[in-house]
Each structure stands twice: as C-alpha cells, then as structure tokens.
C-alpha cells in the first residue's frame, strides 16, 4: 500500500512505464486531417503474404464476434491513460480469416492519409490486439479514429493506427510513419523503445 514514484498507490504506479505521466483527460494526437466515414465505402483491405488476400466491408467487420480489452495507453510524448475499455474484433479473428503464409513475420497497418506502422506478426497476435471502434461503451469520436482503430496495449500508441484502411502482411521488416523518421520498431513502453538508434538488432525480437 505505499506511496511510490510521484505518489500513486503500488498498483497504479507499476502501471505507470518510465518516463511517462497520468493523465485524466484523453488527448488527441496525430499527425494531418481526420477522415470523414462513409459506411458504404470503408473498407478493411488485407492483404499481401496470406492464403485469402480480402477487402472487409465495414458492415462485414462490424458483424464479427466482438471482444472487449481492458488497457493502458502510452504515447511516447509522454502521457498515459488507464483503464481503457475497448470494444471490437480481435486481430487474430482477422488473422484466421486469412491465414498468414509461413513467410508473413511482419504486419504493416495502414490508416487514412498514409498514415502507418509497423509490428511484428506475433506482437499482432497477442490476444490483446484489437480492431476497436468503442471505448467505454461509446463510439469513438471521429478524433480518436472511428470508425475504426488498430489498438496493440503494449505497444507505444502511434502503433494503434486511427482510422484503419488495411492490414498488409510481410516477410521484411519495413517500416511505417514513424519508424521510418526515427522511432523504434518494437516499441514497449515499459522498455522505453521509444528511438530508432535504441534498437541494435532488438527490433528483430519477438514478439
Ligand atoms: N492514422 C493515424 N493514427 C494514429 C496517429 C496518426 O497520426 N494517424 N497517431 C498515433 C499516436 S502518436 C497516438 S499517441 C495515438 C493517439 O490516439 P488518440 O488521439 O485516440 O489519443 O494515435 C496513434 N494513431
Ligand atoms: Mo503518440
């Protein structure tokens, strides 16, 4: 029951990676213009290294079996939320619907406006990883990427890609939005992976 750190309780402040802070509110971050949605047309495209290369319409998705995760968020800026309630489809039912070839190691999530970010399959394969378009039993707002956002817990944030357009498969480790300008490619925040010249090889770890 001790007061650690900056003063949270034990079991927050273990929550808590280094180098980050509480925050109450939940920002909106990234970088050009939110999306508009039209049912009609946003889809999911999945493709490259898997048996059913598909395009999920967004009816199609919403009409999976759905999943909540409780999770923290960590944005390599340097805030944190807790206790986040995430509602969608789990990657893995993605994942199984396509079947990844032997060679896919790697995922690329591509959002609206070019947005990107890369992960290992097997970080994708967590069974905390999910295709979100509610948080605490609301819609998410435009801002925070409805209609739909990649969500990867225990990832820095940039990798839970907002307003999700396609799941590519790879053999290569090619790198999104933010890797390529200097962010680590593995990314755990209780690590501290936040750049680049921190990876020495450990960007090929998995998962
Ligand atoms: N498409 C897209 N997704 C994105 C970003 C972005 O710029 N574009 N920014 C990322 C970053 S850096 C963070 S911290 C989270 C922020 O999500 P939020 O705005 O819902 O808090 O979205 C991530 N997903
Ligand atoms: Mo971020």
């Not at 495209?45 to 909540?68: K, N, Q, W």
Request: aromatic share 10%; with cysteine.
């Amino acid at each position: 029951m001790g007061l650690i750190g900056r003063g949270y309780p034990d079991e927050i402040a273990r929550r808590i990676p280094p180098g980050q802070r509480l925050v109450k509110t939940w920002p909106v971050l990234h970088v050009g213009p939110i999306p508009r949605f039209d049912g009609e047309r946003w889809d999911l495209e999945v493709s490259g290294l898997v048996e059913e290369p598909t395009v999920i319409a967004y009816a199609d998705l919403r009409s999976m079996p759905t999943v909540l995760v409780g999770a923290d968020m960590h944005c390599v800026t340097g805030w944190t939320t807790l206790d986040n309630a995430w509602e969608g489809v789990p990657f893995r039912a993605i994942a199984e619907r396509v079947r990844p070839l032997p060679e896919a190691r790697w995922v690329i999530a591509h959002g609206a406006a070019g947005y990107s970010a890369n992960l290992s399959l097997a970080a994708m394969l967590d069974d905390d990883v999910l295709l979100a378009w509610r948080n605490h039993g609301e819609d998410l707002t435009p801002e925070h990427g409805w209609p739909l956002r990649l969500v990867v817990p225990k990832r820095y944030a940039w990798k839970s890609v907002k307003w999700l357009t396609g799941l590519e498969f790879s053999a290569e480790n090619r790198r999104g939005f933010w890797e390529i300008r200097g962010y680590h490619v593995h990314a755990d925040p209780f690590a501290e992976e936040r750049y680049a010249y921190q990876e020495r090889g450990g960007a090929e770890r998995e998962p």
